[in-house]
T-cell receptor, first 114, second 117 residues
């Protein structure tokens, strides 16, 4: 099955700085890569996703890049704010009828200091 | 537009007991997936239900079973509870669109925190 690895496990940045979280995957058939933000006591919230026919996607301060050849994808958060502090998870799926089966990384605890 | 709702939010059981968790998918969604999230870990896929049938299953024992109702809501049942079953149980929903689901996304509920004593 798919194996998703995520780094770093913890990340501390100053408010206004950028944060980058990196993930690798093993299954070349994976073609859908969502990122989720999870705050304490809540379920994962989808913040951005990318499909394998696209190399980069941006939504305001958040961007995701995908390198299919190297099997890695990254989350970039610019101009970080204290409210960005949370655990971030990357995931991979073959999409389509198997969309509901996501393989998650172990998570990155992001702390943004004011 | 109601999102994914789960009940109860918290539950305490003892070893050997049985538990049932409930999920209502996001409006317009017809597929429900269940995940187990241990403390400090990423969610692990348990199974997925579509058209009232289990469609995919992760690496979980038969003690974990489920059901989907005609209104698309779903239940997760766990029998013979073990201490290791203590976790946050998450429900996620999506639309099993025809074709390759080019624009489909998976949305999660807030989960049920299960503690087994």
């Amino acid at each position: 099955g798919e194996n998703v690895e995520q780094h770093p496990s913890t990340l501390s940045v100053q408010e206004g700085d950028s944060a980058v979280i990196k993930c690798t995957y093993s299954d070349s058939a994976s073609n859908y890569f969502p990122w989720y933000k999870q705050e304490l006591g809540k379920g994962p919230q989808l913040i951005i996703d990318i499909r394998s026919n696209v190399g980069e996607k941006k939504d305001q301060r958040i961007a995701v890049t995908l390198n299919k050849t190297a099997k890695h994808f990254s989350l970039h958060i610019t101009e970080t704010q204290p409210e960005d502090s949370a655990v971030y998870f990357c995931a991979a799926s073959r999409g389509g009828s198997t969309l509901g089966r996501l393989y998650f990384g172990r998570g990155t605890q992001l702390t943004v200091w004011p | 537009d109601a999102g994914v709702t789960q009940s109860p939010t918290h539950l305490i059981k003892t070893r050997g007991q049985q538990v049932t968790l409930r999920c209502s998918p996001k409006s317009g969604h017809d597929t429900v997936s269940w995940y187990q999230q241990a403390l400090g870990q990423g969610p692990q896929f348990i199974f997925q239900y579509y058209e009232e049938e289990e469609r995919q299953r992760g690496n979980f024992p038969d003690r974990f079973s489920g059901h989907q109702f005609p209104n698309y809501s779903s239940e997760l049942n766990v029998n013979a509870l073990l201490l290791g079953d203590s976790a946050l149980y998450l429900c996620a929903s999506s639309l099993m669109a025809r074709g390759q689901g080019l624009n489909e996304k998976l949305f999660f509920g807030s989960g049920t925190q299960l503690s087994v004593l």
